[in-house]
């Protein structure tokens, strides 16, 4: 759950009451907090009291990737450095999906690429959103055009927009995210503040989720600054260090201790900024602490949907370079066939009986979040199996753990 007092969610959550959105307060309370802000309680309820009551719980969320195209090319992201063509999502395959699960009651619709490339982005987010769905994206900011193209994105009424932030100076940033312009990103979330105060919305909540590399791990406070010179309400500064340190990126990645998230919080603190420190792929998990057991997963709960339909368990496999793995290692493809048809067919039962017995899945062999201390020989090597036989395309390709000294 966000990092942040509960004096602030309270505030943020009477949006929720002043706007009338009677079915989001609804799944807030009901569905999101128990099973998805809170680990001990998701774990609790979805992997440990509801399997003994015999009850295989489908899940209440789901990220959908509009788009894997993308013009950019952030030297921290593995679209930079894969071979997978560029795709995008039709919108009736969009609503083929989302009308199949069953209108979720948590819509992440983000992906590994620029979701504006996708024409029809804007339609999708209406569309989720007049259904009462719970909606979160992450953009970059680089991509709206004008004001018009800004007022569009704030009447979807989504729900929480995240910005990625990639550096607090324009030498930082576009070190980072090649392509891109701080000027323009910077430009455009002013505009968006000043808009949505015209415009008298209290929706999209903004929130930043900042990057954490070589380039980028010195100007974080920097950017603090200019988010407290905003003058405008916030839910959260999600600060992310690269969760995968894959082969190409290793270089990128880094190293944050103690002190340098004590500084952070504190400055944080005293600009009344709400902060969230993500997992890392050179440390152990959030806040630095130790990586929780496998049966503490909460993010099986929201399956992720590839741009082309195939299912992968959840988002956290992402960005690590993998994509041929993980479409080799897909429980199934949700434009074939209904979700909740992949979701009790025999693979996937198994995948969650493994999760919640503390083994480790085939597939999530790459897991950024849990630990993955007793993994097998035998997994890897059925993992493995499994992605070359679903997946020519990666012919005589080793795969094996990134992160190879969490599993000796």
Known sequence: MPQIPWSHKLKLASHYVWDGRWREIYNMIFWVYPFWWNRKISAFLNNKLLPKLGIDLFPPFLEIEPTTACQYACVCCENSYWK????SMSFQNFKK?????????WLGLTGIGTSYLNKDYHKMLSYAKSKGTLIETFDHFNDLKDDDH?????????DFLFISIYGGTKESYEKVMRGGNFDKAMHNIRRFVALKKQMKKRFPILSFHYIITKDSKDSLSTFLDFVHSLDTEIAEVLVTPMTHAFKEAEDFAVTIDENYVNDLKAKAKRLGIGITINFSAKKDSEELEKRPPMSDCKELLMPFIFSNGDITPCCSLNEANNRDWQHGTSLGNAIEKPIKEIWYSKRYKRMRDMIRNKEVPPECIYCPAYDLSNITKETIDESNSMARENNPQMQEKVVAPIMVERVK
């Open 84 to 87: 997978e063509p560029p795709k």
């Open 150 to 158: 800004i007022r569009e994105l704030i009447n979807t009424g989504m």
């Open 97 to 105: 999906i989302f009308d199949d699960f069953g209108m979720p009651k």
